[in-house]
C-alpha cells in the first residue's frame, strides 16, 4: 500500500546542478528510508532517517525529516549521469512491511 | 558478498501456464518478501515471510503463492498467469528489527 506522494514525479536537470526530492506521509513513523532503483534493476537502500532525527548525510546524499509537517526531503548535491534513476521514500507498516511513496524519475542530463 | 539472487532475471510464460520464480539469499535474514512492480510504478507488496509465518496481503490475487522451504529460499508461484501479471517481481529480505530491505534484481515476467 502506499502511504504518501512523492514530488516531483519527474525531475530532469544538468549534470552538476543539485536535485531535490520530496515525501509526504500520513501516519506517525519510527523511522523513513529512501531508496534508489535503475532502470531494470532492483532497488538499492540509501539511507534511513530515524523519527528523532532532522538531518542526515551521506556521501552527496542529504535527506531531512519534519515530523510536525509530516514530510521529507532528498537532496543530491553535484549530480551526475550515474544518478539518473527512480527514486522511493517508503516508511515502516505494520508487522515488518514497508509502505511506499511513488516514487520520483530523475534523469541527469550531460 | 551477501546479496539476494533472483532467477531467472527475465521469465517468458504462456497464458494460463504455471510459472515459478525463484530467489536465495546469503544474508541470513528472517524475513523475506516478495513485490510486484509494474512500470513506473512503486513496488506493491504481495506477501512475506516472517521465518516461517506467511503473511498474505488482502489484495493479492488467489493466483499467487509463495513457499518457503528453508531460511535461505523463497519461491513465488503463479498458478495460471494472466496478461495482467506481466510485470516486474521482487524479492527483499530484512532482519526482524526492521532495518532496511536489500532486494535481488528481480525477474521480468512477460505473459505471451
Known amino acids: 500500500s502506499q502511504q504518501g506522494e512523492e514530488d516531483p514525479q519527474a525531475l530532469s536537470i544538468q549534470e552538476g546542478e543539485n536535485a531535490t526530492m520530496n515525501c509526504s506521509y500520513k501516519t506517525s513513523i519510527n523511522n523513513l528510508q529512501w531508496y534508489r532503483q535503475n532502470s531494470g534493476r532492483g532497488l538499492v537502500h540509501l539511507i534511513l532517517?530515524?523519527?528523532n532525527e532532522r538531518e542526515k548525510h551521506s556521501g552527496r546524499l542529504r535527506v531531512t525529516l519534519d515530523t510536525s509537517k509530516k514530510s521529507s526531503s532528498l537532496l543530491i548535491t553535484a549530480s551526475r549521469a550515474a544518478d539518473t534513476a527512480s527514486y522511493f521514500c517508503a516508511t515502516e507498516g505494520s508487522n515488518y512491511q514497508l509502505i511506499w511513496g511513488a516514487g520520483t524519475k530523475l534523469i541527469i542530463k550531460p | 558478498d551477501a546479496m539476494v539472487i533472483q532467477n531467472p532475471r527475465y521469465q517468458v510464460t504462456q497464458f494460463g501456464k504455471p510459472v515459478t520464480l525463484s530467489c536465495s539469499q546469503t544474508l541470513n535474514h528472517n524475513v523475506m518478501y516478495w513485490y510486484q512492480q509494474k512500470s513506473s510504478q512503486a513496488p506493491k507488496l504481495l506477501f512475506h515471510?516472517?521465518?516461517?509465518?506467511?503473511?498474505n496481503e488482502a489484495d493479492t490475487p488467489d493466483n499467487f503463492q509463495s513457499r518457503r522451504p528453508n531460511t535461505s529460499f523463497c519461491f513465488l508461484d503463479i498458478r495460471s498467469p494472466g496478461l495482467g501479471d506481466a510485470a516486474m517481481y521482487l524479492c527483499a529480505t530484512s532482519t526482524q528489527d526492521r532495518q532496511p530491505q536489500h532486494f535481488g534484481d528481480g525477474t521480468r515476467l512477460s505473459i505471451l
Open positions: 532517517i530515524r523519527s
Open positions: 515471510y516472517y521465518d516461517k509465518d506467511f503473511n
